[in-house]
């Protein structure tokens, strides 16, 4: 429904959803149907917002990390989690904030 409102052009709302439905596969189990939903998410972030720090490609960054994790393939997720973990240190400035502590405590899971 959100691709058909917004077409084929990347939106912040169509980036969410595809998120979302990554991260209820991952919270079903089913990490390999997770996947599709969760690289698409981080790459319509990525073509939103370039280059620029911003939490939805560290949100999309991390939960691509769960996954991986979750599939076994932990240096894969430990690569993703960290790159959210920077982004979220440079988004907030080491500023406690939540998005920050999840970050840390998904890369400390892995050590």
């Known amino acids: 429904m959100y691709q058909n409102l917004h077409g084929e052009s990347p939106h912040a709302d169509v980036a969410r959803f595809l998120s979302d439905v990554g991260m209820v596969y991952v919270t079903l189990?089913?990490?390999q149907k997770?996947?599709?939903y969760l690289e698409?998410?981080?790459?319509?972030c990525?073509?939103?917002?370039?280059k620029l720090l911003h939490p939805d490609i560290a949100n999309a960054l991390n939960n691509?990390?769960?996954a991986h994790h979750n599939?076994?393939?932990i240096q894969k997720g430990l690569a993703y989690k960290t790159q959210a973990l920077a982004m979220r240190?440079?988004?907030?400035?080491n500023i406690p904030h939540p998005d920050l502590a999840d970050s840390l405590?998904?890369?400390?899971l892995i050590h």
């Open 71 to 73: 599939l076994g393939d």
């Open 105 to 108: 405590n998904s890369v400390g």
């Open 29 to 31: 189990g089913d990490m």
């Open 40 to 44: 698409e998410a981080l790459a319509m």
């Open 46 to 50: 990525s073509r939103l917002y370039g």
């Open 64 to 66: 691509l990390g769960v």
């Open 34 to 36: 997770s996947l599709p």
């Open 89 to 93: 240190r440079a988004i907030y400035d």
